[in-house]
């Protein structure tokens, strides 16, 4: 019989929020406490716990005052199983958001909602609002399951997709919190209405394979400290990855017989983005393959690994918490035997599946039932009127109007379906008169693949700006492959204003993560399907020298990629070793009139501070402090530099400092 979740080393301490965990009466205090006082926020040891409850206590950083009180506010997610939200809740959602919020929603990476901009004493509230219209903000935050993912495509002649959604949701049950603190302090103990939970989720919740269950415990799963950090959950089909299987804790891919019935699931687990900044012993990992599981025994080996995190996680340094350094630790082998341990029985090797593409379902599609559904693209996710378009208009209209129900997608944005075909015309128009795209080839590429984390001013982790400058750095880039040659490319660009990787920015063939004001980690190399992580390859770059540190990679990618080759593979095939020798021999410059010249680019190890302010300082490598002064020379002078090189069988540069210094000494003698 198991008693405790959390065996700690004896020779290190729990950190302190395992001890808030404990003190909460499960999941109870302080919020309960501090909900009742006549204050604008709650304390540190509160919010922790909130977060559990789907609320980040934030504030407006754009409003802070030096000597003045922080401008406290609060953001609310909900959870969404594969996306799903009625009707009903939508339209609650969407008069929350002009009641307490500023006006917007914002459509998650996980298929949740955000509101921001929620104060205390409207949190109560709004919070009811939701349970009462077939929502739940519960574990969306919080040291337990988050959001339960799937394919949000609503195929009806394909069952495999049917059973990702059913499969998410019962996952999602199966690891909901147990506590009665949520319907206490928000609805003061009367449970809203909900679907039932499937039978077979219930009884797998108290079934207790071998220790796999915490028995005499108000939450039998998670126990008095819950997990040791956030754990993420998807659901998929073969070839599909929509949801960016190898970024979760735990992955099932659906699995049907020759008849289309369900047999089994393919097992994933491992995966993580989180990282912190010049602390190597945290980094992104992918997922590693584990076993198959036929159906009967999915729920215990959803349990089995849950409860190998649950008891094995580190609980002394949360960033050391997630499942992939176990297993990283561990090595997959020894985390295989201990999830065997906890399941009962030997695990069934991994059955081979075919390539995992990406697709974002935009635009007009059959459904396969005769009914159609439209995929609509909401740029960085962020739901809301402006002058240029009316989009949460345009979605409170169609379901106001035509009662569609929605599927948020893991890449943020929307799709309604059950369109009966004689609709889709009252949709367009609605969509037309807000000023809303329907067709997704009319969306520029960079930005119909982008994604960006919400970062400034409300997200207290981030460093710099991401959503609100995305849209301009996604034209710079794209005026930046009109200079090179290349307007016709795109590729996956994604940002984010810290480490943290919310809008999954080391999947991404270009990643850009916040490192300071202004200042950017630059990542490359990451897959078009996202199934090969990017690596580092500048440490900070400022904004101001996204051109100068883009265009001589992009230069180089149009005179070597293979026929057809996406810019991301190109990176990985190549190396960045080649990369930087070929940046950094050859540059473009536009020098003003459209004229574009190639530019020699030096660089050598030099102290940033340079008195006369001629050289500009760029860090142009991972670990290492750069300055770089460009010098331009005539296309002819480089043509005949080049052929130098490589009659030499060496690099450029090396060619350049070689000729440049026999100058200088020739003039000095």
């Keep these: 019989m198991v008693k405790s979740s959390i065996p700690t080393p004896t020779t290190k301490k ?128 919080g040291d337990v399951n988050r959001n339960v993912m799937a394919p949000p495509a609503p195929f009806k002649n394909k069952p495999e997709y049917q059973y990702a959604w059913e499969y998410a949701q019962n996952i999602a049950d199966l690891l909901a919190p147990q506590t ?8 003061d103990g009367e449970k809203a209405v909900s679907a039932e939970e499937a039978p077979e989720v219930k009884e797998a919740r108290q079934k207790n394979g071998t220790g796999s269950i915490i028995h005499d415990n108000p939450e039998p799963i998670y126990g008095t400290h819950y997990m040791p950090r956030k754990f993420k959950v998807c659901v998929t089909v073969p070839g599909d990855n929509s949801v960016d299987l190898f970024s979760q804790d735990l992955t099932l891919v659906v699995m049907l017989n020759e008849q289309q019935q369900l047999e089994g699931f393919d097992v994933f687990a491992g995966g993580g983005l989180g990282r912190t900044h010049n602390k190597e012993e945290t980094f992104a990992r992918l997922a ?20 190998t995190q649950r008891d094995y996680g580190d609980r002394t340094d949360r960033r050391h918490a997630r499942l992939k350094y176990l297993i990283h ?118 930005v119909r693949y982008s994604m960006a984390c919400p970062a400034l001013p409300t997200c207290g982790l981030a460093t710099t700006e991401s959503e609100r400058i995305m849209p301009s750095v996604l034209q710079r880039i794209e005026d930046s492959l009109q200079r090179v040659g290349l307007q016709d490319e795109h590729f996956i660009v994604r940002m984010t204003g810290c480490p943290n990787g919310c809008a999954r920015p080391y999947m991404a063939e270009l990643g850009f993560v ?30 101001d020298n996204l051109e100068t540190e883009l265009e001589p990679i992009l230069a180089y990618f149009k005179a070597a990629r293979q026929e057809s080759e996406k810019f991301g593979d190109f990176c990985s095939r190549v ?41 500009q300082a760029q860090n142009s490598a991972v670990g290492g402090t750069k300055v770089r002064h460009r010098i331009s020379v005539r296309d002819e002078v480089y043509g005949q530099l080049k052929e130098s090189a490589l009659r030499q069988g060496k690099p450029l540069t090396q060619v350049v400092n070689e000729a440049i210094e026999a100058y200088l000494q020739q003039q000095s003698s």
């Excluded at 009665?180 to 609805?187: I, K, N, P, T």
């Excluded at 199934?531 to 900070?540: C, D, G, Q, S, V």
Aim: charged residues 25%; contains cysteine; hydrophobic residues 35%.
């Design 14 to 141: 729990p950190s302190k929020v395992e001890g808030l965990k404990e003190r909460s009466n499960f999941l109870r205090e302080p919020v309960a406490t501090e909900l009742q006082q006549d204050t604008n926020h709650f304390t540190e040891e509160a919010s922790q716990i909130l977060k559990f409850h789907g609320s980040y206590q934030q504030d407006n950083r754009d409003n802070r005052v030096k000597g003045q009180e922080k401008d406290y506010q609060f953001m609310l997610r909900t959870k969404n199983p594969g996306g799903y939200v009625p009707q009903q809740l939508y339209l609650a959602l969407d008069k929350l958001a002009d009641e307490y919020g500023n006006k917007t929603l914002r459509v998650t990476t996980r298929q949740g909602f955000q509101m921001h901009g929620i104060l205390k004493k409207n949190l109560k509230s709004a919070i009811a609002t939701i349970l009462n219209n077939m929502g739940s903000t519960l574990a969306a935050c």
């Design 180 to 187: 009665g603190a949520y319907y206490e302090l928000w609805l």
């Design 288 to 307: 590693d393959p584990i076993c198959y599981v036929a159906k009967e025994d999915v729920y215990e080996i959803v349990k089995a690994i849950v409860a």
């Design 329 to 446: 630790d561990w090595g997959v082998d020894k985390f295989r035997s201990m999830v065997t341990k906890y399941f009962g029985k030997p695990l069934e090797p991994f059955k081979p599946l075919p390539e995992f593409k990406y697709e974002d379902f935009l635009g007009w599609h059959e459904q396969g039932d005769g009914k159609l559904f439209l995929g609509i693209s909401i740029q960085n996710g962020r739901l809301m009127d402006d002058s240029s378009q009316q989009q949460r208009t345009a979605l409170r209209e169609i379901v106001q109007q035509l009662d569609l129900p929605m599927r948020l997608t893991p890449h943020h944005n929307v799709i309604f379906y059950d369109i009966e075909p004689e609709k889709r015309q009252a949709i367009e128009q609605i969509l037309k008169r807000c000023n809303v795209e329907a067709d997704p080839n009319a969306i520029a590429p960079l």
């Design 514 to 543: 916040g490192n300071g004001p202004n200042i950017y980690q630059v990542w490359l190399g990451g897959s078009p399907d996202q199934t090969r992580l990017a690596e580092p390859f500048i440490e900070k770059m400022h904004l």
């Design 575 to 615: 190396g960045f070793a080649a990369i930087r020798d070929a940046a950094s021999a050859q540059t473009i410059n536009n020098n003003g009139n459209g004229k574009v010249e190639m530019v020699l680019d030096t660089t050598e190890n030099a102290d940033l501070s340079n008195g006369n302010g001629e050289a």
